[in-house]
Nanobody, 116 residues
Framework: QVQLEESGGGLVQPGGSLRLSCAAS????????MGWYRQAPGKQRELVAR???????NYADSVKGRATISRMNAKNPVHLQMSGLKPEDTAVYYC??????????WGQGTQVTVSS
């Protein structure tokens, strides 16, 4: 079993930037996909950005050009850098890691609020 913990959220002014980090309770290997999702109030959880099994990346259209996903290490698998933040980016952001074989892990989420 793996626990994921996100950090780096908070209140950001429109146009600002942030970096979200994902820490794992133990080193994770045999990762198939990993990335970030978000859920705004009253909306379904949606993809923000992720690494696919072949190493390619996949970004939501709404964040293309403003978000960069990075691989880190086995204990801190994936980070997300976002700039040019907009009020519509306000959501709870979740780290997700799926292993080869299908097991997936989610963090508890970190709140990002974009407001002046």
């Amino acid at each position: 079993q793996v626990q994921l913990e996100e950090s780096g959220g908070g209140l950001v002014q429109p146009g600002g930037s942030l970096r979200l980090s994902c820490a794992a309770s133990r080193s994770i290997f045999s990762i198939a996909t990993m990335g970030w999702y978000r859920q705004a109030p009253g909306k379904q959880r949606e993809l923000v950005a992720r690494f696919l099994s072949g190493g390619d990346t996949n970004y939501a259209d709404s964040v293309k050009g403003r978000a960069t996903i990075s691989r880190m290490n086995a204990k801190n698998p994936v980070h997300l850098q976002m700039s040019g933040l907009k009020p519509e980016d306000t959501a709870v952001y979740y780290c997700n890691v799926c292993l080869v074989g299908g097991t997936c892990y989610w963090g508890q989420g970190t709140q990002v609020t974009v407001s002046s």
